[in-house]
Nanobody, 123 residues
Framework: QVQVVESGGGSVQPGGSLRLSCVAS?????MAWFRQAPGKEREGVAR????????YYADSVKGRFTISQDRGKNTVYLQMNSLKPEDTAMYYC???????????????????WGQGTQVNVSS
């Protein structure tokens, strides 16, 4: 069972940037970032297929966030630019260890989860 560990969260002012990292312990079919704000459900942010590098973004972050990967390091990144207060949440990395099939931004499609890293956006 693959394991993932996130890092890179922190506090930033609106309009600022942060980069999150997620290291996987083994093979992944696809990886994704989710986030959860207090009192809200966990929502998908971005997804990347480990083989093709194909990406998908939630509408709320499209054009501001970029998911990328370094396959040699088994690492996925989430570059977050133009951050807004509503981006404040715990961010989780998730991985799916096998295919085939699609990788939608649905919590139940990913079997490995990190502990989360907090992102705070405020002035």
């Amino acid at each position: 069972q693959v394991q993932v560990v996130e890092s890179g969260g922190g506090s930033v002012q609106p309009g600022g940037s942060l980069r999150l990292s997620c290291v996987a312990s083994g093979y992944t079919y696809c990886m994704a970032w989710f986030r959860q704000a207090p009192g809200k459900e966990r929502e998908g942010v971005a997804r990347i297929f480990s083989g093709s590098g194909n990406t998908y973004y939630a509408d709320s972050v499209k054009g501001r966030f970029t998911i990328s990967q370094d396959r040699g390091k088994n690492t996925v990144y989430l570059q977050m630019n133009s951050l807004k207060p509503e981006d404040t949440a715990m961010y989780y990395c998730a991985a799916r260890g096998g295919g085939p099939g699609s990788c939608p931004l649905s919590v139940d499609r990913y079997g490995a989860w990190g502990q989360g890293t907090q992102v705070n956006v405020s002035s």
